[in-house]
């Protein structure tokens, strides 16, 4: 079956440009989480939702980081006024039991 | 707090060594403990994993035994192949509120030449 996909999958935006990253998680999965993945570094978690529901956003970084899914599928992260020290691997992953599957991911680069 | 600590690469083998790749945690609660792999220009993709302490995980050939008293995840296989160059992540889940985010390690980068 399709698993995780994550669109695009390279964003390039100018500092101070508003980004929209789509996640299309496996059908069926209650739970979604967004990583962020910084050159050379392990995932670090973002945000967290179970159907549409976000019940922790414990790790946005800043109040320009939102993340919404607003009927219990398909995910979207957004960043408003991008800066560089955004550019990074975003990652979205889907959980069924105990098991976490990963999309791709979108590598953003803000010049 | 909840981490993951990992031995710093790179690491490099040649085809059929042995490998370990030493992983130990801090964590309150009882976590659950997992091995992802990162092929170049692919994304995460589990490799295996332990919900409970002295449970093993495996799979290709790898291998990895939850260890509560020394709070290590080990990951070894007996002989390495050319295609088993990726970066190595181990990574812990602990349930807690309605969560079970994964916490990574800063990854291991390993390079198996023929």
């Known amino acids: 079956g399709a698993g995780v996909s994550q669109s695009p999958r390279y964003k390039v935006a100018k500092r101070g440009q508003d980004v929209a990253l789509r996640c299309d998680p496996i059908?069926?999965?209650?739970?979604l989480f967004w990583y962020q993945q910084a050159l050379g570094q392990g995932p670090e978690f973002l945000t967290y939702?179970?159907?549409?529901?976000?019940?922790?956003k414990s790790g946005l970084p800043s109040d320009r980081f939102f993340a919404e899914r607003p009927e219990g599928s398909v995910s979207t992260l957004k960043i408003q006024r991008t800066q560089q020290e955004d550019s990074a691997v975003y990652l979205c992953?889907?959980?069924?039991?105990?098991?976490?599957?990963f999309g791709p991911g979108t590598r953003l680069t803000v010049l | 707090g909840n981490s993951v600590t990992q031995m710093e690469g790179p690491v490099t083998l040649s085809e059929e060594a042995f490998l370990t790749i030493n992983c130990t945690y801090t964590?309150?609660?009882?976590?659950?403990l997992f091995w992802y792999v990162q092929y170049p220009g692919e994304g995460l993709q589990l490799l295996l994993k332990?919900?409970?302490?002295?449970d093993k995980g495996s799979n290709k050939g790898f291998e990895a035994t939850y260890r509560k008293e020394t709070t290590s995840f080990h990951l070894e296989k007996g002989s390495v192949q050319v295609s088993d160059s990726a970066v190595y992540f181990c990574?812990?889940?602990?349930?807690?509120?309605?969560?079970?985010?994964?916490?990574f390690g800063q990854g291991t980068t390993l390079q198996v030449k023929p």
């Open positions: 332990a919900t409970k302490a002295d």
């Open positions: 992953a889907s959980m069924t039991i105990d098991t976490q599957y």
């Open positions: 059908s069926g999965h209650v739970s």
């Open positions: 964590a309150t609660g009882y976590p659950s």
């Open positions: 990574a812990l889940s602990v349930r807690s509120s309605n969560t079970g985010k994964l916490i």
């Open positions: 939702f179970q159907n549409e529901a976000q019940l922790d």
